[in-house]
């Protein structure tokens, strides 16, 4: 008779275990996109996310996330969510991507200069560059305007489709002015003074 319970209580052992739910691993959903855009300096705000499991049910407030995001330089940063269920049991890691950019990036490129000067100077067209900053949104380097020196970009601040060349000191010349965007070209307005001081209208069409 012993022997026949002890049958039994081991049946119903197994049968009591194979009922039992398996315990699989938890799954985290992003809150949000997974990949997101941020303007330099801007502010990064966390969406989260959410983390199921079959057993344990939600377990969103178990989730770690690790990584960080420098809003004030340029360039991709990652987060990384983690979470596990009481057994142990983890979850695949999921990631966010954030792209830090600077918003005037589109006026990166090469551009063709046409000048049309005030007086007797005679100005011809030459080849420039644009390129952004890594640390302040919507400042751009103009590497050559007329007879700047070239290893001392112009610096240029963008507002929607309005360039201001604040008056800076590049070589022996202050340079000064403003312009506008039109379909990624550029026409700038500037006062070039010592030696010599002449008012430059420089159209720059993006090659």
């Known amino acids: 008779m012993k022997k026949i319970q002890i049958i039994g209580l081991t049946m119903l052992t197994i049968l009591i275990i194979s009922c039992r739910k398996k315990d699989i691993q938890p799954v985290i959903s992003l ?3 997974y990949e997101q855009t941020l303007p330099l300096n801007g502010t990064y705000f966390e969406s989260g996310a959410t983390a199921k ?3 344990d049910g939600d377990i ?3 989730i770690v996330i690790s990584g960080s995001v420098d809003n ?3 360039g991709e940063y990652r987060l990384f969510y983690n979470v596990q269920d009481q057994e142990g049991n983890k979850a695949a890691t999921a990631t966010r991507f954030v792209n830090v950019v600077n918003s005037a ?3 990166i490129g090469t551009y063709e200069a046409t000048p049309t000067c005030t007086g007797t100077m005679t100005a011809e067209n030459y080849h420039t560059t644009i390129t952004t900053s890594t ?3 919507n400042e751009i380097y103009i590497k050559k305007i007329m007879y700047s020196v070239e290893d001392q970009p112009v ?3 963008v507002s929607g489709d309005v360039v201001n060349i604040p ?3 590049i070589g022996t010349r202050t340079i000064s002015g403003s312009g506008t965007i039109s379909s990624g070209n550029i026409l700038l307005d500037v006062d070039i003074s010592g030696p010599g001081a002449y008012d430059c209208s420089i159209n720059h069409v993006k090659l």
């Open 60 to 62: 969103s407030d178990k």
């Open 105 to 107: 990036d589109f006026m």
């Open 135 to 137: 640390s302040s949104n």
């Open 155 to 157: 610096i240029g601040k």
């Open 31 to 33: 809150n949000g996109a």
């Open 53 to 55: 499991d079959n057993r």
């Open 167 to 169: 008056t800076q000191l």
């Open 72 to 74: 004030n330089k340029t």
